[in-house]
Each structure stands twice: as C-alpha cells, then as structure tokens.
C-alpha cells in the first residue's frame, strides 16, 4: 500500500495550507490515517488522526487549528491547518493502517511534504 501527499509549501504566519495524501494497492480496508510531523532535530510527533467512523485526535499544539477530514471511498485524507505558524514549520507525513486484500496488516508511510511558516 502506497501514500502520496502533497500539498505542502511556504506560508507566511497566519495563513493557510491543505494537505492531501491518497492511499492506493491493494487495499481491503483502512482503519486509522493521520498526520505526523518532524522539525529538525525533533522527533516524529502526531498532529491529527481520524478513524474509518470518523472519530479523531488532535495534538494540543494544533487544536482549534486544525481539521483532518477523510474520504473512505478515496482513501484519501485532507489536513487543512489554518493560522499558522512558526512552530508549525516542519516535514508532514501521512500514514494509513488497515488490512491488504491478503488480509494482512499494513502500516504505511507517504514521503513526507515540507511546511515553512515563515515571514
């Protein structure tokens, strides 16, 4: 199963960016996809996760900021981040967990797409 985001680029503080990442193979069913993030230096840290019901979690960092949303029937995911900044300047990466029409366990990772807050 692959991931490919994108969506990523430079803002200025304040602003806004959506990211999208589409999961494609051989996919039988996606439980959970989410966002994570890795600034220099830093370790890889969630953002936000959506379950297939919808339920979600967000980092404390980006509540009330930030709305992950899905599209099961696209296995497609969508960060949209509004006010932005500084601090929110790092590597996104997407992830997807779930069963392979094998019926075996996938957990798989997009590329990574670079976010810079920045005046």
């Known amino acids: 199963v692959q991931l490919q985001a994108s969506g990523g680029g430079l803002v200025h503080p304040g602003g806004s960016l959506r990211l999208s990442c589409a999961a494609s193979?051989?996919?039988?069913?996606?439980?959970?996809m989410g966002w994570y993030r890795q600034a220099p230096g830093k370790q890889r840290d969630l953002v936000a996760r959506i379950t297939s019901g919808g339920s979600t979690n967000y980092a404390d960092s980006v509540k009330g900021r930030f709305t992950i949303s899905r599209d099961n029937a696209k296995n497609t995911v969508w960060l949209r981040m509004n006010s932005l900044k500084p601090e929110d300047t790092a590597v996104y990466y997407c992830n997807a967990d779930g069963y392979d029409m094998d019926r075996i366990v996938f957990l798989s990772w997009g590329q990574g797409t670079q976010v810079t807050v920045s005046s």
């Open positions: 193979g051989s996919i039988f069913s996606i439980n959970a």
